[in-house]
């Protein structure tokens, strides 16, 4: 078990892993968590280890996300190729992680993997305290479609930001320019639904939006979100791809990858 403070080599702990490991050190706000590292013996072996690493994390839930060494490079993101697992309880923990390495032998991970004719490598799991998002979604830290290097672009939705990454739903879509700093546009979505995690069953279920047509992110949170987007191209040295949540007003970042679509 490595502690994600402790994440570097991305041969150890994958991509995704090592860049959430680096932003850690660097005081951003990441959920903490641990890595089950893809050069670990059979996962079955580790079950005291990893109960022992998610008892001391002093979590009620985590979320469990793949971290191949052949994921989130600049060449190719394998974004929503692996499966993800959010508001994992203790006693099902294990068998999340197992689920989640052997997602890398799915159709849908192979097929991609073909495509793109590469290989996702061995495959760490990341285990992180589960955020339970007011509001999630995307962010880009150059226009993905116009290739602008001067505009930011966020999508922003309810609930887990899983339904946006899913395609499930539609979410606000806002503009930001860097220079001169502004919003330039903002599109609000309508949304009658959002993904959640239910006390009464225990489950993350679609949940009914009680304001479904207001803007989901204030002014003041937007700019923020591209502030941070910008800083975290600085940090890594190319642009990102971000996947984010606000929780009770603060800003956490769960996800940053190279966009891979402007190589």
Same mark, same amino acid.
């Given at each position: 078990?490595?502690?994600?403070?402790?994440?570097?080599?991305?041969?150890?702990?994958?991509?995704?892993?090592?860049?959430?490991?680096?932003?850690?050190?660097?005081?951003?706000?990441?959920?903490?968590?641990?890595?089950?590292?893809?050069?670990?013996?059979?996962?079955?072996?580790?079950?005291?280890?990893?109960?022992?690493?998610?008892?001391?994390?002093?979590?009620?839930?985590?979320?469990?996300?793949?971290?191949?060494?052949?994921?989130?490079?600049?060449?190719?993101?394998?974004?929503?190729?692996?499966?993800?697992?959010?508001?994992?309880?203790?006693?099902?923990?294990?068998?999340?992680?197992?689920?989640?390495?052997?997602?890398?032998?799915?159709?849908?991970?192979?097929?991609?993997?073909?495509?793109?004719?590469?290989?996702?490598?061995?495959?760490?799991?990341?285990?992180?305290?589960?955020?339970?998002?007011?509001?999630?979604?995307?962010?880009?830290?150059?226009?993905?479609?116009?290739?602008?290097?001067?505009?930011?672009?966020?999508?922003?939705? /309810?609930?887990?930001?899983?339904?946006?990454?899913?395609?499930?739903?539609?979410?606000?879509?806002?503009?930001?320019?860097?220079?001169?700093?502004?919003?330039?546009?903002?599109?609000?979505?309508?949304?009658?639904?959002?993904?959640?995690?239910?006390?009464? +069953?225990?489950?993350?279920?679609?949940?009914?939006?009680?304001?479904? +047509?207001?803007?989901?992110?204030?002014?003041?949170?937007?700019?923020?979100?591209?502030?941070?987007?910008?800083?975290?191209?600085?940090?890594?040295? /190319?642009?990102?791809?971000?996947?984010?949540?606000?929780?009770?007003?603060?800003?956490?970042?769960?996800?940053?990858?190279?966009?891979?679509?402007?190589?």
């Amino acid at each position: 078990m490595i502690p994600l403070s402790d994440a570097y080599a991305a041969d150890t702990v994958g991509g995704k892993a090592a860049a959430l490991g680096s932003l850690l050190r660097a005081d951003c706000r990441i959920p903490d968590g641990f890595v089950v590292a893809a050069r670990e013996p059979a996962l079955e072996s580790l079950e005291p280890a990893i109960l022992d690493a998610f008892d001391k994390l002093g979590a009620r839930r985590v979320a469990i996300r793949s971290s191949a060494t052949g994921e989130d490079s600049r060449k190719a993101a394998w974004a929503g190729q692996l499966d993800t697992f959010l508001n994992v309880s203790r006693d099902t923990l294990l068998e999340h992680i197992v689920r989640c390495v052997a997602s890398a032998d799915s159709a849908r991970a192979q097929a991609y993997a073909a495509q793109k004719n590469l290989a996702a490598g061995k495959v760490a799991v990341i285990v992180q305290t589960m955020i339970d998002s007011d509001v999630s979604g995307v962010c880009f830290s150059v226009h993905p479609v116009a290739r602008d290097d001067n505009q930011v672009v966020i999508e922003a939705a /309810y609930g887990l930001g899983e339904a946006v990454v899913s395609g499930e739903i539609t979410p606000d879509s806002y503009v930001v320019s860097r220079q001169p700093r502004s919003i330039i546009s903002c599109t609000v979505a309508h949304q009658a639904k959002s993904l959640r995690f239910s006390e009464s +069953s225990h489950k993350t279920t679609w949940q009914v939006t009680v304001e479904p +047509s207001a803007q989901k992110l204030s002014d003041p949170q937007i700019l923020e979100l591209a502030d941070t987007a910008v800083g975290l191209e600085a940090h890594f040295g /190319y642009p990102v791809d971000v996947e984010w949540a606000f929780y009770n007003g603060k800003l956490y970042i769960l996800q940053s990858r190279p966009i891979t679509t402007l190589q």
